[in-house]
Nanobody, 113 residues
Framework: EVQLVESGGGLVQAGGSLRLSCAAS????????IGWFRQAPGKERERVAC??TETRRTYYRDSVKGRFTISTTSLQMDSLKPEDTGVYFC????????????WGKGTQVTVSS
């Protein structure tokens, strides 16, 4: 059984940094996509970033490019903005075209202005 557990969320002022970690276990394949999604209050979930564990290629939504850095175990978030506030979910799937087969429970990130 695949399990994903996020940690590292919290409250930070605008311009600050947070590092989210994702502890993954139970995979039966050697290669897959690890993603991060977020959901702000009253808004739909949106994909933030993804990394292909085989090619190490990374993908980011435009609003976080240059500020967020994804690895196979973490999401480094710098120059945070209030609009980055939300619950962040670690996800996994066959590849970065479909990184949302498995979900963690999420961790709250709050950025104050």
């Amino acid at each position: 059984e695949v399990q994903l557990v996020e940690s590292g969320g919290g409250l930070v002022q605008a311009g600050g940094s947070l590092r989210l970690s994702c502890a993954a276990s139970g995979f039966t394949h050697d290669a897959y996509g690890i993603g991060w999604f977020r959901q702000a209050p009253g808004k739909e979930r949106e994909r933030v970033a993804c990394i292909d564990t085989e090619t190490r290629r990374t993908y980011y939504r435009d609003s976080v490019k240059g500020r967020f850095t994804i690895s196979t175990t973490s999401l480094q978030m710098d120059s945070l903005k209030p609009e980055d506030t939300g619950v962040y979910f670690c996800t996994a799937g066959g590849d970065c075209a479909h990184p949302d087969m498995y979900w963690g429970k999420g961790t709250q990130v709050t950025v104050s202005s």
